[in-house]
C-alpha cells in the first residue's frame, strides 16, 4: 500500500497541473463551495436565489411585503467518462518509470482535455434560449468577424448581461484575421472582453458524438463532430456565472503489479465526472455564433 501511494503522490499532481495548463475551459469551472453533494451519486444541489420587484410605496401602509427564496435545485452530472490502461512491469522498469508517467500525462493532455472541452462548448450551444445568429455564416475577413463580434457584445449589453466575466472563445483562424486588422476598431472590440481564448476548430462544434470505446467502430474512445447535427462554432461569448461548470469526481486510479491479480504490471484508471449546463435565468449570457451546415 505505502507504494501505492508513493506512486500516487509522484503522479496526480502531475495530473492535476497538466490539466490546468492544457484546457481552455477550466477558466469556467464554478465555486465548488457552492455546490453540494446530491443523493444520488450523478448529482449536485445547487443554490438558486429568486425575488420580487419594487412595489408602491405608501406612506400609510409603508412597504409592500416582498418575498425572497433560496432554492436547491438539483441537477444531474451529463459527463461521466472512464478508461483503464495496462502498462508491463518490465515495461516501466527498463525505462526508469518514463512509460507509466508519459501515459498518464499524454491521456489527460491528448485525449481527456480536448474531450471535455468539446463536449462543454456543444452542451453550452444545444441549451435552449441561448443568443445565437439566425442563420450560420462564414466570416471572410477581419472587418466581417469584428463586426459579428460588435453584435454579440450589443445583444448582451441590451439584454443587460453584466460587462465582468464575459469571455471570448474564437478560432485561431479568426482572431488571426482580427490581428491583421491592427486597428483601433479591431483592438477595441477585443477589450470588451475579460479574455480571449483560441480554440482550436477540433474542439468547437454545435454538437458532437462520443463514442463508447467498446462497439464496434468506436474501440477507439473519444469524441468526433456530430455528422448530423454539428456544425463548426466561430466564436462563443460566454458571462462565467451563466454556467454550470463542476467537475464533481476526477479519480485517477493507480493499481501496481502487487495488487494487479490479472497480470505483473501496472494499471492506470481515470475517471472523470462532471456537469456544463446554465442557469435557466442567465442564458442570455451565452452568445454563439457558427458556420452554416455544408451543402450537401
Not at 445547487?46 to 405608501?58: A, R
Not at 456543444?122 to 453584435?151: E, F, M, N, P, Q
Not at 472563445?169 to 491583421?180: A, E, N, R, S, V
Amino acid at each position: 500500500m505505502a507504494n501505492t501511494i508513493e506512486l500516487a503522490k509522484k503522479f496526480v499532481p502531475m495530473l492535476d497541473e497538466v490539466y490546468k495548463l492544457s484546457s481552455l475551459t477550466s477558466k469556467l469551472d464554478g465555486n465548488p463551495d457552492l455546490v453540494q453533494a446530491g443523493a444520488n451519486a450523478n448529482e449536485m444541489i445547487i443554490p438558486k436565489l429568486t425575488m420580487q420587484g419594487l412595489g408602491n410605496y405608501s406612506r400609510n401602509g409603508g412597504y409592500v411585503s416582498g418575498d425572497v427564496t433560496m432554492t436547491n435545485e438539483t441537477v444531474k452530472c451529463n459527463f461521466d467518462r472512464a478508461r483503464m490502461f495496462t502498462v508491463d512491469y518490465m515495461d516501466n522498469l527498463e525505462t526508469a518509470g518514463i512509460a507509466f508517467g508519459r501515459l498518464a500525462s499524454e491521456f489527460v493532455r491528448t485525449k481527456v482535455v480536448p474531450e471535455l472541452d468539446a463536449f462543454r462548448f456543444a452542451k453550452y450551444c444545444g441549451i435552449t434560449g441561448i443568443s445565437k445568429i439566425s442563420a450560420g455564416a462564414t466570416l471572410a475577413d477581419g472587418a466581417a468577424v469584428v463586426a459579428a463580434l460588435r453584435a454579440g457584445t450589443n445583444k448582451m449589453d441590451e439584454d443587460e448581461v453584466p460587462f465582468e466575466d464575459r469571455h471570448l472563445f474564437i478560432t485561431p483562424t479568426l482572431h488571426g484575421m482580427i490581428q491583421d486588422m491592427d486597428t483601433t476598431k479591431s483592438r477595441e472590440v477585443l477589450a470588451r472582453f475579460a479574455d480571449v481564448t483560441l480554440v482550436p476548430q477540433t474542439r468547437f462544434y454545435t454538437a458532437i458524438t462520443q463514442y463508447d470505446g467498446s462497439t464496434a467502430g468506436q474501440t477507439a474512445g473519444g469524441y468526433v463532430k456530430d455528422a448530423t447535427n454539428g456544425l463548426d462554432v466561430n466564436f462563443m461569448i460566454i458571462h462565467r456565472p451563466a454556467v454550470i461548470q463542476f467537475e464533481k469526481h476526477v479519480a485517477p486510479k493507480i493499481i501496481t503489479p502487487e495488487q494487479n491479480q490479472n497480470a505483473d504490471a501496472y494499471k492506470f484508471g481515470y475517471r472523470n465526472v462532471g456537469i456544463a449546463d446554465a442557469y435557466e435565468n442567465k442564458v442570455s449570457g451565452i452568445y454563439l455564433h457558427h458556420k452554416a451546415k455544408p451543402a450537401g
